[in-house]
């Protein structure tokens, strides 16, 4: 017991680390935009050289899951990430900017590609409430990361956020070395790329990934562009704090999704936060153009941040047996809206407006809702024999 709540708070170690790290991108584009003069085409490779690596790592990791060495692919996860945002720290060009972004996603990658199939043999009866609580770990350091923005902003150089970040890292490392894995650890079944057909062809699991698809480009839209978007309303500091309080919210929301987890059916209450939220993204981006924006931006989060954890903790129970590869998908289809999206936000921001953008974000709720509910006829027509899992 002891050993695995020991495991437990370095894995939210590591992600507090991350969400910190995630959101600082955006409040930093008009810095990074001054510092090396670039257009918004370009400025929206950032969202990708962030996510890139990540997505290719973590599926590699996840589909080996069960042949790698969990802890020493945990620790290079970990010093990696400390070692690129360092570099980061010192960039002095924007392609070299975009390759460092690269290695600390790729780094990032190892680490999540593993830290949730570790929770989830961990706690094997209790993930859904487990993986909204690992999210709203994730969203406590992502709150602070605009802020810290403001912060390095009013005293020196943005590069200094790398460095801080940077250290951030370290307690995980550091737990992690004096750490073994528990004796009885199930790192689940092997699994070959042959089963991967099979598994693609269970509705829960292709349900899951197109809707993370679909969430992840508007989480991607709302970290990359809200700040530079507010901007238009707001002065620069008081622009980041409206993306904080984009992602204050999925700390309340998360800890109301871990409470619901297990009370109501998952695409039931996936369905009725994409259909609250339509009408809400319709106010910020039509309506609102001052206060009313912070609080519309606020339920927006409070929506969106049931999405990632609730849809990865249904792919994992309809195939728990695969728990590593499932993971992947998910993250692989989350991270990849997360990558797509702001590069065409940012496209058509050059072409248009920003706000035109932003507004792409209330299609890709609606067809998000339209996801939900085929998945949900297709998961209730499906008999049990023609589950993976049997």
């Given at each position: 017991?002891?050993?695995?709540?020991?495991?437990?708070?370095?894995?939210?170690?590591?992600?507090?680390?991350?969400?910190?790290?995630?959101?600082?991108?955006?409040?930093?584009?008009?810095?990074?935009?001054?510092?090396?003069?670039?257009?918004?085409?370009?400025?929206?490779?950032?969202?990708?050289?962030?996510?890139?690596?990540?997505?290719?790592?973590?599926?590699?990791?996840?589909?080996?899951?069960?042949?790698?060495?969990?802890?020493?692919?945990?620790?290079?996860?970990?010093?990696?990430?400390?070692?690129?945002?360092?570099?980061?720290?010192?960039?002095?060009?924007?392609?070299?900017?975009?390759?460092?972004?690269?290695?600390?996603?790729?780094?990032?990658?190892?680490?999540?590609?593993?830290?949730?199939?570790?929770?989830?043999?961990?706690?094997?009866?209790?993930?859904?409430?487990?993986?909204?609580?690992?999210?709203?770990?994730?969203?406590?350091?992502?709150?602070?990361?605009?802020?810290?923005?403001?912060?390095?902003?009013?005293?020196?150089?943005?590069?200094?956020?790398?460095?801080?970040?940077?250290?951030?890292?370290?307690?995980?490392?550091?737990?992690?070395?004096?750490?073994?894995?528990?004796?009885?650890?199930?790192?689940?079944?092997?699994?070959?790329?042959?089963?991967?057909?099979?598994?693609?062809?269970?509705?829960?699991?292709?349900?899951?990934?197109?809707?993370?698809?679909?969430?992840?480009?508007?989480?991607?839209?709302?970290?990359?562009?809200?700040?530079?978007?507010?901007?238009?309303?707001?002065?620069?500091?008081?622009?980041?704090?409206?993306?904080?309080?984009?992602?204050?919210?999925?700390?309340?929301?998360?800890?109301?999704?871990?409470?619901?987890?297990?009370?109501?059916?998952?695409?039931?209450?996936?369905?009725?936060?994409?259909?609250?939220?339509?009408?809400?993204?319709?106010?910020?981006?039509?309506?609102?153009?001052?206060?009313?924006?912070?609080?519309?931006?606020?339920?927006?989060?409070?929506?969106?941040?049931?999405?990632?954890?609730?849809?990865?903790?249904?792919?994992?129970?309809?195939?728990?047996?695969?728990?590593?590869?499932?993971?992947?998908?998910?993250?692989?289809?989350?991270?990849?809206?997360?990558?797509?999206?702001?590069v065409i936000m940012g496209i058509v921001s050059d072409q248009s407006t920003i706000t035109t953008a932003m507004r792409l974000l209330i299609v890709s709720?609606?067809?998000?809702?339209?996801?939900?509910?085929?998945?949900?006829?297709?998961?209730?027509?499906?008999?049990?024999?023609?589950?993976?899992?049997?």
């Open positions: 017991m002891v050993k695995r709540r020991l495991w437990t708070a370095a894995v939210f170690l590591f992600i507090i680390s991350d969400g910190i790290t995630s959101q600082v991108r955006g409040a930093l584009l008009p810095s990074i935009k001054d510092s090396f003069t670039v257009s918004d085409t370009l400025l929206g490779l950032v969202a990708p050289a962030g996510t890139l690596g990540y997505l290719f790592a973590a599926v590699a990791v996840g589909f080996a899951a069960s042949r790698l060495d969990t802890r020493r692919f945990l620790l290079v996860g970990a010093g990696g990430t400390a070692l690129f945002l360092s570099l980061l720290s010192q960039v002095p060009t924007y392609m070299l900017l975009l390759v460092f972004l690269l290695g600390q996603s790729l780094t990032i990658g190892v680490f999540r590609g593993l830290d949730r199939a570790l929770l989830s043999t961990l706690y094997p009866k209790d993930r859904g409430r487990l993986f909204n609580i690992y999210a709203l770990m994730w969203a406590i350091g992502a709150t602070v990361g605009p802020l810290l923005v403001n912060q390095v902003l009013k005293s020196g150089d943005w590069r200094v956020t790398f460095l801080l970040l940077a250290a951030g890292f370290l307690p995980a490392f550091v737990l992690i070395t004096q750490l073994e894995l528990p004796s009885n650890l199930d790192k689940g079944e092997s699994f070959s790329l042959a089963e991967l057909r099979e598994l693609l062809q269970n509705p829960a699991i292709v349900g899951m990934a197109v809707a993370l698809l679909l969430s992840g480009g508007i989480e991607g839209g709302f970290f990359t562009w809200l700040p530079y978007y507010a901007n238009q309303y707001f002065p620069r500091a008081t622009a980041n704090v409206v993306l904080s309080g984009f992602l204050v919210a999925y700390i309340p929301g998360r800890f109301v999704y871990s409470q619901l987890s297990g009370r109501v059916e998952p695409l039931t209450l996936l369905l009725t936060l994409a259909l609250a939220a339509i009408p809400v993204l319709g106010y910020v981006f039509f309506i609102s153009d001052g206060r009313g924006m912070i609080l519309g931006v606020f339920l927006v989060g409070f929506f969106v941040s049931g999405f990632f954890p609730t849809l990865s903790a249904f792919g994992i129970d309809a195939v728990p047996h695969h728990s590593g590869p499932v993971n992947a998908i998910a993250i692989s289809a989350n991270f990849l809206g997360l990558s797509v999206v702001p709720m609606a067809a998000l809702a339209l996801v939900i509910v085929a998945s949900k006829v297709a998961v209730n027509r499906q008999t049990p024999t023609a589950t993976v899992a049997d």
